[in-house]
C-alpha cells in the first residue's frame, strides 16, 4: 500500500468518526446563560419586592440545571458523568459575567411597575367592596414585623383565604423573612453593579 492509499484510508476513517466534542473554552456557555435569562424573567404576576428576591434565590438552581443539560448534550460523545470542581468553577466564572445586566434591568423593571401593581390590588378590593364583599390585602409598604403582625391578626379572626391574589398567611410569613434577609440588599446590589460596570464595561 503507498503512501497515498494510506493518506486517503486515514481520510476515509477520520470522515467515519463522530465530531470531537467542544472543549471547554468552546463551550458557548455565555449565550447559554442569556437564553435561560432572557426566558425566565421574574413572574409578571409577582406584586411585593419580596417575590422578586424569591425569584433571585431560586433562580441560580434553574441556571445551574438548565446549563447542565446544555453541557450534557454538548459533551454526550465523550460520556461526561460529573465536572470536576476546576471545570464547574470556570464555567461559573464565565456565567457571572453575564448576569449582573440581566438582574439589574429585571429589578429596574420590577420597580418600575411597582404602582401599577399596587393599584391593582387597591382596585380589586374596591370592585369587591361596591358587591358587599370585603376583600383582605396586605400592603406594598410594611416592616417585616408590621407584615407578621397582620398576619397574625388575619388568622386570629379565622382570615386565612380571600386575600388579595390568593396569597395565604404563610405565604406573607415567608415575606417578612424576606425582607429581613434582603433589607440592605437594594442599596448593596446598586454599588455591586457600579463596580461590576466599571470593571467590565470599561
Known sequence: ????????????IS??????????????????????????????????DEDFWRWLEEFPGHLG???????????SAVGVKELSTETA???????DKVLPPYIDRYWRQF????AERDEWAIGMAEVAAKVGYRVHYFP???????????????????????LVGGWGIEYHRERAELAERYEHWPEEWQQFYAEWRKENEG
Open 1 to 12: 500500500m503507498d503512501k497515498r492509499s494510506i493518506r486517503r484510508k486515514i481520510e476515509q
Open 15 to 48: 470522515e467515519s468518526l463522530p465530531p470531537l466534542p467542544p472543549t471547554l473554552e468552546e463551550l458557548p456557555v455565555e449565550a447559554w446563560v442569556v437564553e435561560v435569562m432572557e426566558a425566565h424573567a421574574p413572574p409578571p404576576f409577582a406584586r411585593y
Open 65 to 75: 440545571g438548565s446549563l447542565r443539560q446544555c453541557i450534557d448534550r454538548a459533551w
Open 89 to 95: 468553577a470556570k464555567l461559573e466564572e464565565r456565567a
Open 111 to 114: 420597580q418600575a411597575g411597582k
Open 140 to 162: 406594598n409598604t410594611e416592616t417585616p414585623e408590621e407584615i407578621r403582625q397582620r398576619a397574625n391578626k388575619f388568622e386570629a379572626e379565622g382570615l386565612t383565604e380571600r
